[in-house]
Every structure is written in structure tokens, then in C-alpha cells.
């Protein structure tokens, strides 16, 4: 359809301003499924029958993440850009006439919000997205859900895996001078 918006040599003022409206929300719909984002570094995750627990360790917050969202986050963390994760949603769900996109996309805005993700700018030539198989048996589609809790905030902030430098554990962190 983008080929004959481009290819149309002649039409009348009214259809130019129509087609000028209709190529930028292409453009607009191509850029939003080429975007990829980046894990939080302080969140770590895994995934344990079908449910990802992700804790983020600078706030001590803990997320379980259900239905179609494990299948997400594991894209993310691997470089799949909003298009890669639909398609990959599609491909592990049976998704017959429900609208993923919106779904992945609302989903996306959720762990922004928890500050789980950023957006970056790299483009990212080679995605590591799980390119498995079409033939596997497709799981019943659940939206993606994502469940935050902080009830533990204060018992996980008190773990010493907090107190390391910038390698990470089991790095321990040089004493302050006071």
C-alpha cells in the first residue's frame, strides 16, 4: 500500500493532504515497531514455570509478570524491537483476531512506567530475538499482566548484593572514609 501512496503521479489537492495525513502515520506506525529499549541494569529477572519474577534491586520492588508478558520481557532482554515482539507473541500464541500490538505496546508502557525499560537510540542491526519455530503447538493467548509489589522493599534493600561496585556482585564495595 506504501509503494502506491508513492507511486500516484497525479491527484487532486484534497486527496494530496489525505495522502500527506496517511504516509506519516505510516511513518509514525514504522517508527514505533523499529523501537527497542533496554532492561534496567539493577533489575534482574527469571523465569520460573511460565512466570517472570523481576526485582529491582535500587528500589527493592519485585514484579511477576503472567500470560504473554514472560514471552515479552525475554525478547526485550534478548534486543527485539516493538515489531520483533509482537511478531513473537504472535508466534508463541494463538492470537486469532485479537489486536497484539495494542496489547504489547500498552504492556511496554507499564514497565516504563516501573522504570523496568528505557528507550534507546541503537538501532540494534542484529536482534537476539528467539526466531524458534512456527510449528511448535501455540499457547492459549493471555494479555501480558505485569503485578508489583512492595511489601518486601525493606528485607530486599537490606541484602548485602546493594553494597558492591561498579562490576556488580560479588564485588564488594571499597569502605567510605568518614
Same mark, same amino acid.
Given at each position: 500500500m506504501v509503494d502506491a501512496i508513492h507511486k500516484c503521479t497525479y491527484v487532486e489537492t484534497r486527496d494530496v493532504r489525505f495522502l500527506h495525513a496517511f504516509q506519516k502515520l505510516i511513518d509514525h506506525e514504522a517508527g514505533t515497531r523499529m523501537q527497542r529499549y533496554v532492561t534496567n541494569p539493577q533489575a534482574i529477572h527469571? !523465569?520460573?514455570?511460565?512466570?517472570?519474577?523481576?526485582?529491582?534491586?535500587?528500589?527493592?520492588?519485585?514484579?511477576?509478570?503472567?500470560?504473554?508478558?514472560? !514471552?515479552?520481557?525475554?525478547?526485550?532482554?534478548?534486543?527485539? !524491537?516493538?515489531?520483533?515482539?509482537?511478531?513473537?507473541? #504472535?508466534?508463541?500464541?494463538?492470537t486469532d483476531a485479537v489486536d497484539v500490538g495494542s496489547d504489547v505496546e500498552s504492556f511496554l508502557r507499564m514497565l516504563e512506567g516501573d522504570q523496568l525499560i528505557a528507550t534507546?537510540?541503537?538501532?540494534?542491526?542484529?536482534?537476539?530475538?528467539?526466531?524458534?519455530?512456527?510449528?511448535?503447538?501455540?499457547?492459549?493467548? %493471555?494479555? +501480558?499482566k505485569l503485578e508489583?509489589? !512492595?511489601?518486601?522493599?525493606?528485607?530486599?534493600?537490606?541484602?548485602?548484593?546493594?553494597? %558492591?561496585?561498579?562490576?556488580?556482585? +560479588?564485588?564488594?564495595? #571499597?569502605?567510605?572514609?568518614s
Open positions: 527469571e !523465569t520460573i514455570d511460565g512466570e517472570t519474577i523481576i526485582i529491582d534491586l535500587s528500589t527493592g520492588t519485585y514484579f511477576s509478570l503472567l500470560g504473554a508478558a514472560p !514471552t515479552i520481557w525475554n525478547a526485550l532482554a534478548a534486543g527485539a !524491537t516493538t515489531g520483533e515482539l509482537i511478531a513473537a507473541v #504472535e508466534q508463541a500464541y494463538a534507546t537510540s541503537d538501532d540494534g542491526a542484529a536482534s537476539a530475538a528467539d526466531s524458534a519455530s512456527g510449528a511448535a503447538k501455540r499457547l492459549p493467548y %493471555v494479555q +501480558p508489583k509489589y !512492595t511489601d518486601m522493599q525493606d528485607i530486599i534493600m537490606l541484602d548485602p548484593v546493594h553494597e %558492591v561496585d561498579s562490576r556488580g556482585w +560479588p564485588h564488594a564495595a #571499597e569502605a567510605q572514609a
